[in-house]
């Protein structure tokens, strides 16, 4: 049986911060915090922040986060811990080690396999798109959904995004469309009919929470009141801020780098005062603007950059990060979504990051296309192998055998090639026949193999159920949710 | 596009070499080093030490780019004598032309360093075949020439038409410190790269004796190899041991290392592994005091794609990353058996992706920005700050990405990167007027060519 997840764990490394430019950023970082502080329009979250020490102007709903506070947070979240499957085999160590990949989230429409063109996403894709995740070791979490289910009552979207989810997958589920007290309440309570409970869901947490900023220095009601349900709970949960230089970011990097650490400090700060020890990660999709359009770019260099140098400064905290990787700008499978993703997901391994947002979506996030899912996979081994490096000992110089074969022998028939040739990295898309077997194969490129394989899975992937009371208790939450929560 | 290369981007467009951040050294370097090591006479050693650390590209109407001086250069071109028109499919026998235009191509396009000129196809002889390339180099480009070779005769040939070129090329008097500006030297306008084989050595002492810098080739087999970094140990010595012997017979000659294409063998393709070894190679060859360029691009596939750019930015990235002085092969397609034009203009724009990803960012009062970060505060915006206009132009720019909405996408016929990159190619030899050569110049490489004038 295959592996059900499938981490790096890199031993090369980038530093893209010195010790000194980190320190720099770390004191730029709790000056922003201390001085100007942070918009949190929650009462029950500036409540928490004024008996945890912030100074808190209700007027304006700024909270001003001194320094001792925040170093206090930072302390108090633990460095390790665990986000479990319903599946054990699925269970992922958040351990600064090791980089999870998880698809991407948020998109609205679909890549027809049929027709080959966009329509709007439903409840039925988010089904399919954990299914399809499921089935891929290389995906190690559904982060989500991919796509939201856009036929479904507004109020109720992120319960019926989650039932489709839950029952499709039995891998960790991180929500980022579950905002509001209420629709949290519901999903924690769905999550915990499968676990066996509350206190079998903080044990072994099947569920985690993310949302987003509202970038420069403020936070989203909805998302605080859903974050601080899953800190009650014991959940992991973490803040993504999407600062873009030249917009909601100062044009310089290191001053973009400045509002992202802010802002997602002020999360850890609110999550540890809300519960202290409550697993926390902090997280970053920064970015740039197109200075053609005024738009995201959905890949740049700058975007790895920042990316980066998240990461080294989140280790610097001993936080673990989530990061925004692979998610290219382009519009279909092509040239450009190869470098963005390649250098997104190089980025992102070679600085260490413990989970990376993710794989599937065109189009800057918004499009779902499942063989461009296979394609990133295939970028996603590459770095993977790069990431291990080359183990140099008596066994890889192999040089018996480089005596032994000599010059202009071939290493083909020797025993030290057979028990050697597994570790050698080997494509999936990637084509390497030659041109005349290319012609042959009706010039199928890596589009072509990845669409096949996609349909395989599709057709016949079947994941290991939810139990039959589970589900029914699924469906009864999301119909009480519907009707309390849609009437309200 | 045209003037200086390596003016043109400024500080921090991206579009100028790459410098800055580097992977640690990997652990596998230290291991390949040792075999190296073991490999080579305490003589040799010694030797290899009177060996700059790098020399000056220039070329006939380029400024100089230091080579080996901590930044990783992109050189266009090779050997092929086939190409590919993205739009015809099949690749076909290269004409005079095609080559006349890649170079023109390479010398519009700011990312390039150096060209290797592609030769055409034909019946002449390959060596006669890689003058005329040159010459025709020379004819179309202003920039800095790789020009290989085989053996010390062709060496020779190409040490007389650079200085049949230098003739026409003279430095400015504070550069030659005269009061009259002189020639500039041949190996000014040229780096001789000799091909492994029976020749090699022979070359190499050629360019030596000629003032021709020379990248010696480390033969390229061991990337195919089950362990390409053990595979390495030995051709990478018999490289050094070259280096070695130029420098032994001209110390303080400019001599470096270069790792050719691999030979395009079917189901033995340069994968992650071959990366790594180059990365070996790579440190190997620096930790010896030796610059070191290799064939990072040729993408094996047979279009500017998602697999040729999968290919071609783990490369960049692994060269960038590991202090690798020059990328060799952009614009090479079918694992370097075919030059593209289109591949080239792709092939750029990854190295202007690396190079922006791998210069990094400063850390400094300025660039933190607190004061502006106040000034906007929350929920602000930075567009109409001073900051952000001051700064603004140093955010990388892209020519071949495609940043619009996606029904205006749909509506412009979906275009992807090899359409986007045809229409570049067309407007830039449309509009690129290469700095022109003397017509005697011309016609004494012509006859250089033709071996009626050495």
């Known amino acids: ?488 | 596009m045209s003037e200086d290369p390596h003016k043109r981007g400024g500080p921090g467009s991206g579009r100028g070499p790459v410098t800055g951040l580097r992977l640690a050294e990997c652990a596998a370097a230290r291991g390949l080093r040792e075999a190296v090591l073991a490999r080579l006479e305490p003589g040799e050693l010694r030797s290899l030490a009177a060996a700059p650390p790098g020399w000056t590209l220039g070329g006939r109407a380029a400024a100089g780019v230091e080579f080996g001086a901590g930044r990783l250069l992109l050189v266009a071109g090779g050997l092929p004598d086939q190409i590919r028109d993205w739009s015809a499919g099949a690749p076909r026998p290269s004409t005079p032309a095609d080559t006349a235009a890649f170079c023109a191509l390479a010398d519009a396009l700011p990312e390039v360093a150096a060209v290797a000129p592609p030769p055409a196809a034909g019946d002449e002889p390959a060596a006669v075949r890689r003058l005329a390339a040159v010459a025709a180099a020379f004819a179309a480009s202003g920039k800095h020439i790789l020009a290989i070779a085989a053996e010390a005769a062709e060496v020779r040939s190409l040490a007389a038409m650079a200085r049949a070129v230098a003739t026409s090329v003279r430095e400015s008097p504070a550069a030659s410190g005269d009061a009259e500006p002189a020639s500039a030297p041949a190996g000014a306008l040229m780096t001789a790269g000799v091909m492994p084989g029976d020749g090699c050595r022979e070359a190499a002492l050629a360019a030596a004796a000629e003032d021709l810098p020379c990248l010696v080739a480390v033969a390229p087999s061991f990337l195919a190899a089950t362990d390409p970094v053990a595979a390495a140990a030995e051709p990478l010595a018999a490289a050094i041991r070259v280096a070695a012997a130029v420098q032994t017979a001209a110390p303080g000659a400019a001599v470096g290392l270069v790792v050719p294409p691999m030979p395009p063998v079917p189901r033995a393709q340069l994968g992650a592994g071959g990366l790594a070894a180059l990365v070996a190679v790579a440190q190997t060859g620096r930790a010896l005091g030796l610059p070191v360029a290799a064939t990072a691009m040729a993408a094996h596939s047979t279009a500017p794609d998602w697999l040729s750019s999968t290919e071609n930015t783990a490369a960049a990235l692994a060269a960038g990353m590991a202090g690798l002085d020059a990328i060799l092969g952009a614009g090479l397609l079918d694992g370097g058996a075919s030059v593209s034009l289109e591949e080239l203009a792709t092939d750029a724009e990854i190295y202007s992706y690396c190079a922006a990803t791998v210069a990094g960012f400063p850390v400094d009062d300025d660039t933190l920005a607190l004061e502006t970060v106040k000034a906007v505060g929350i929920g602000g915006n930075y567009l109409g700050q001073r900051h952000t206009r001051k700064n603004m132009r140093g955010v990388w720019r892209t020519r071949l990405f495609d940043r619009t909405p996606y029904e205006q996408w749909l509506r412009d016929g979906r275009r992807q990167a090899p359409e986007l990159a045809a229409e570049l190619v067309r407007a830039t030899l449309a509009d690129h007027e290469p700095p022109p050569l003397d017509a005697a110049v011309a016609a004494t490489l012509d006859r250089i060519v033709l071996g009626k004038e050495s």
């Open chain 1, 1 to 488: 049986m295959s592996p059900r997840t499938d981490p790096i764990a890199p031993r090369l490394s980038w530093d893209v911060l010195s010790s000194a430019d980190i320190e720099r950023v770390h004191e730029a970082s709790l000056r922003v915090l201390e001085e100007t502080g942070v918009r949190f329009p929650s009462d029950t979250a500036l409540d928490v922040l004024e008996a945890g020490g912030c100074r808190v102007d209700r007027a304006t709903r700024v909270a001003r986060l001194p320094r001792q506070v925040v170093m206090a947070c930072v302390k108090a979240a633990p460095r390790e811990y665990v986000l479990a499957g319903r599946d054990p085999d699925a269970d992922l160590r958040i351990d600064q080690k090791h980089c999870y990949l998880s698809n991407d989230a948020s998109g609205v429409f679909v890549l027809d396999r049929r027709t080959g063109e966009k329509r709007p996403s439903t409840k039925a894709d988010v089904a399919e798109s954990a299914r399809f995740v499921d089935a891929l070791p290389s995906v190690s979490y559904y982060w989500g959904p991919v796509v939201t289910s856009r036929d479904v009552p507004p109020a109720t979207k992120s319960l019926h995004d989650a039932e489709a989810v839950f029952t499709s997958t039995s891998k960790h589920f991180q929500t980022v469309t579950t905002v509001g007290q209420k629709q949290a309440e519901y999903v924690v309570e769905m999550a915990a009919a499968i676990a066996g409970g509350s206190d079998e869901l903080r044990r072994r947490p099947i569920l985690s929470f993310m949302q987003c900023t509202v970038d420069p220095l403020s936070h989203d009601a909805a998302n605080l009141e859903a974050n601080m349900v899953a800190a009650r709970h014991g959940l992991p949960s973490g803040f993504m801020p999407m600062p873009l230089a030249c917009g909601t970011g100062p044009a310089t990097l290191a001053g973009t780098l400045v509002v992202n650490q802010a802002e997602a400090l002020s999360g850890v700060v609110l999550l540890q005062l809300v519960n202290p020890g409550a697993p926390c990660f902090v997280s970053a999709a920064p970015s740039v603007i197109d200075l053609k359009s005024g738009g995201y770019t959905g890949g740049s260099p700058e975007d790895y950059l920042l990316a980066a140098a998240c990461t080294q400064l989140a280790h610097f905290y001993g936080l673990p990060i989530a990061m925004g990787t692979m998610a290219t700008g382009a519009k279909a499978p092509d040239w450009q979504a190869a470098v963005d993703d390649s250098f997104s997901t190089f980025a992102s391994v070679m600085t260490g990051a413990d989970m990376m947002n993710g794989c599937g979506l065109l189009d800057g996030s918004k499009v779902l296309s499942y063989p461009h899912l296979i394609m990133e996979i295939e970028i996603y081994g590459i770095v993977q192998r790069m990431a291990k490096g080359i183990e140099v000992s008596d066994e890889t110089l192999a040089v018996e055998v480089i005596q032994r074969v000599g010059p202009n022998g071939t290493y083909l028939g020797e025993k030290h090639t057979r028990e050697h040739l597994r570790d050698i990295w080997r494509p999936t898309v990637w084509d390497r026949s030659t041109y005349a077997q290319w012609i042959q194969s009706g010039k199928a490129g890596a589009l072509e193999k990845a669409t096949r394989i996609a349909d395989q899975i599709l057709e016949s992937y079947r994941p290991e159920p939810l139990p039959e009371d589970a589900a029914a208790e699924l469906a009864a939450i999301v119909a009480r949710a519907d009707k309390e929560l849609a009437e309200s």
